[in-house]
């Protein structure tokens, strides 16, 4: 175990020291941030000193060494716009991102391993049929027109639920504000999080049907027929634990995609996280802050992956953490 951490820590640091190095190389791509912070009646003198004195003039090398040792220290830079550290402002954000990549993931569980599972213990059913019909919509639609008609649908035409903001949010421990404990909040969270779950749940339902139609074919599962056990023990109990092992390893994988996907489904309900605010520095050009959140969600998919990788060796015995056969 302690092999395994101690190998997937420097796997982390290649890994992160490259999503730095893109990461940083693509902001003098974005345009000029000094257009956005003094405007147009700055002078080029003026301007040129003010690049001087931001740095921005140096050698790439220069600039990305400077960066990188702050970076070291926790410091991603300061946003030109709000004047705060970049990482302050990003954490700021993080936890209605996070609620709903939470409220996406309950839906996927809740849906995809019910249906998954049925599909393939009855493939030929009408409602298997429709559902892989629907999966393939599903798996077409962007997830934009998703959100358009689910808005349509429920917040204008039945006007059920709201189509856009966060709602009413309380203050867990002083630290973090939350809409999970608010009726409010809980009805404000149901449509995106909808959306964002548009995008993997007809991909989890084939897999888990697919894989578990696998499993029912193989010899163990034949031998545990033969010994008469209970159908409802062979479907849930030996087959589905076994499906279980590759959907959790493009799960937790899926789970970082998640975050990075967010940036439609948040802008088009103004849900106040992360992805809408990296737009939103995009178009002010705030490189510090772009730069910041690339890292900061390369990070996310970086820890995910090594999480999921431990639980699928607890999960599955036979696998070694350490590579030792």
Sequence with gaps: MIAFFVKRFFQAVVVMFVISLISFSIQDNLGDPLRELVGQAVSE???????????????????????????????????????????????????ATLELVFGATVIIVLFSVPIGVYSAINPQSWFSKTVMGLSI??????VFLTAIGLIYLFAIELNWLPSYGRGETTQVWGVWETGLFSADGLKHLILPSFTLASIMLPLFIRLIRSEMMEVLQSEYVKFAWAKGISPRRIYFLHALKNTMLPVITVGGVQIGTMVAYTILTETVFQWPGMGFLFLEAVNRVDTPLIVAYLIIVGAIFVVTNTFVDLIYGLVNPTVKLAGRK
């Design 137 to 142: 919509i599903g798996i077409s639609v962007p």
């Design 45 to 95: 003198e003026e301007r040129q000193a003010l690049r001087d004195e931001m740095g921005l003039n140096d050698p790439f090398l220069v600039q990305y060494v400077r960066f990188a040792s702050k970076a070291l220290q926790g410091d991603l830079g300061d946003s030109y716009f709000f004047k705060q550290p970049a990482f302050d402002v990003i954490m700021k954000k993080l936890p």
